[in-house]
C-alpha cells in the first residue's frame, strides 16, 4: 500500500470550459471516476460561479474543491496605477468568497499580478504594490480559513516570480502564515536549474504543486524531469496538494486557454488522459515513497 498522504487533484480544464450545473457535475463526477481526490475550479470569472450549486455536487462525490485564477491588466496588483491594484484586490477579495462559499481552503495562481507577457521587468514601486496587496489578502483570506498560494510561472506569464528562489524572497517580505509557494512543473521547466533544487529552495514554503508536461499533453510524453521533482518533494517531507494540470484546444476557456496559448489538439479523451495521469503520479510517489526514511 502506498504510504503517501498527499491529496491529488485535477485541474477543471481537464474536463470543461465552463461550469454550468451540467458542466460542473460532469467535471466533478469526472474527477472522481478517474480517481482523484480534489477538483481545481478555475475562478477566472467568480461571478459566473454558483458557489452553492458547486459545494452540493462536490458533496454529492465526496471531491474536495481548491481554486485558481490569474489577474488580468486591467486588475493588475504589481502595477503603479492604484486604480488597477484597486481592482485586483476587489477581484481576488471576490474570488475568495465564492471558493470559501463552495468550501475550498485554498485559492493559488497568478494572484501577485497579471497573467500575460510584460513588455518590461516589474518595477520597484509595482513590486511594493504586488507584496502590500497579497499581505493585506491573506489577512481577509484568513477569516475564511483560506490559504493562498502564489503559482511560480515562466517569463511569458509574468514578470514578477519565475523561480522558486524569487518566490521564496517575495513570501518572506510578506510574511503571512497563510501564504504558500505554488511550483508547477511546466514553468519549472522553462525556468529552474533543475527541479529537485527548486523544490528544496522552497521547503516548508511549499503548499500546492501542478504537475504539468512540458507542452502540457500527457504526462511522461514530454521532457519535463519528474523523477527531480518527486524526489525533491520526498526530500522534503512534503504532504500537501499534487494537482494534474493539463491543456488542449479541445476544452476552451477563453480567458484562460489564449492567455495560456493553447493552440494545439495534444489529446481528445479526458478521461483516458486524466487516469494515465492519475496512474503516473501514484507511480512516482510510490517509488520516492521508499527512499523517504533512509
Ligand atoms: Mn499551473
Known amino acids: 500500500m ?10 477543471g480544464l481537464v474536463w470543461a470550459g465552463g461550469w454550468s450545473e451540467s458542466d460542473a457535475r460532469f467535471s466533478i463526477a469526472s474527477t472522481k471516476e478517474a480517481g482523484y481526490d480534489v477538483i481545481e475550479i478555475l475562478l477566472m470569472n467568480p461571478a459566473s460561479i454558483d458557489a452553492a450549486m458547486t459545494g452540493r455536487l462536490l458533496d ?14 486591467a486588475t493588475d496588483v504589481s502595477s503603479e496605477d492604484p486604480a488597477r491594484v484597486k481592482a485586483g484586490q476587489a477581484k481576488l477579495s471576490e474570488a475568495f468568497g465564492v471558493a470559501r462559499d463552495f468550501g475550498a481552503t485554498y485559492v493559488g495562481g497568478v494572484l ?6 510584460y513588455a518590461a521587468p516589474a518595477s520597484p514601486r509595482g513590486r511594493e504594490n504586488s507584496i502590500a496587496s497579497v499581505r493585506a489578502l491573506c489577512d481577509e483570506a484568513a477569516d475564511s480559513g483560506i490559504t493562498l498560494g502564489l503559482e511560480i510561472v515562466n517569463r511569458y506569464e509574468s514578470n514578477l516570480l519565475n523561480t522558486a528562489r524569487q518566490a521564496v524572497d517575495y513570501v518572506r517580505e510578506v510574511d503571512r502564515p497563510n501564504l504558500v509557494i505554488h511550483l508547477d512543473t511546466y514553468h519549472m521547466n522553462i525556468e529552474e536549474p533543475d527541479n529537485y533544487s527548486a523544490v528544496l529552495t ?6 500546492y504543486v501542478h504537475v504539468g508536461e512540458s507542452h502540457r499533453g ?3 510524453s514530454g521532457s519535463v524531469d519528474f523523477g ?3 524526489r525533491g518533494l520526498a526530500a522534503i517531507g512534503y504532504d ?3 494537482t ?24 481528445d479523451d479526458s478521461m483516458d488522459l486524466a487516469t494515465q495521469a492519475r496512474a503516473f503520479i501514484d507511480a512516482q510517489l510510490r517509488g520516492v515513497d521508499s527512499i523517504k526514511h533512509h
Request: hydrophobic share 45%; glycine share 14%.
Open 218 to 220: 500527457y504526462l511522461g
Open 2 to 11: 502506498s504510504g503517501y498522504a498527499n491529496k491529488i487533484g485535477a485541474h
Open 60 to 73: 454529492e462525490y465526496g471531491i474536495e474543491a481548491t481554486a485558481s485564477l490569474g489577474l488580468a491588466l
Open 112 to 117: 501577485y499580478g497579471a497573467l500575460t507577457k
Open 202 to 207: 522552497c521547503g516548508d514554503l511549499l503548499g
Open 244 to 267: 494534474f494540470e493539463s491543456f488542449s484546444s479541445k476544452v476552451v476557456m477563453p480567458e484562460l486557454s489564449h492567455t495560456l496559448a493553447i493552440w494545439r489538439d495534444l489529446w
Open 228 to 230: 527531480g521533482l518527486f
Open 240 to 242: 500537501g496538494w499534487i
